[in-house]
């Protein structure tokens, strides 16, 4: 089993900035990537960020891409979510998620999941 704690969340204004946690705890080894998930009231979740442990290249939705920048730390086993420029469309819980996973942004190829974190953006 894998653990994830997520922590950063909060309410921002719009133009602002939040960066989230997520800290990976037991058998991390049975996962390679990590990923960010956001799911906005009456709406579906929808894949954010994803980067692999061993791997420099991360994935980004279209959304976010040049506003939000994922990161890890190995020795902490943690990733993080730089979230900058927000937008009041960004306001949504946001979950990580692990797995050994083969399309980065399928939710549904990650084995493991958060509790989840409320971000919300005023206007």
């Known amino acids: 089993q894998v653990q994830l704690v997520e922590s950063g969340g909060g309410l921002v204004q719009a133009g602002g900035s939040l960066r989230l946690s997520c800290a990976a705890s037991g058998r991390t080894f049975s996962t390679h990537a990590m990923g960010w998930f956001r799911q906005a009231p009456g709406k579906e979740r929808e894949f954010v960020a994803a980067l692999r442990w061993s791997s420099d290249s991360p994935y980004y939705a279209d959304s976010v891409k040049g506003r939000f920048t994922i990161s890890r730390d190995n020795a902490k086993n943690t990733v993080y979510l730089q979230m900058n420029s927000l937008k009041p469309e960004d306001t949504a819980v946001y979950y990580c998620?692990?797995?050994?996973?083969?399309?980065?942004?399928?939710?549904?190829?990650?084995?493991?999941w958060g509790q989840g974190t409320q971000v919300t953006v005023s206007s």
């Open positions: 998620a692990a797995g050994w996973v083969g399309s980065m942004s399928n939710l549904y190829e990650y084995d493991y």
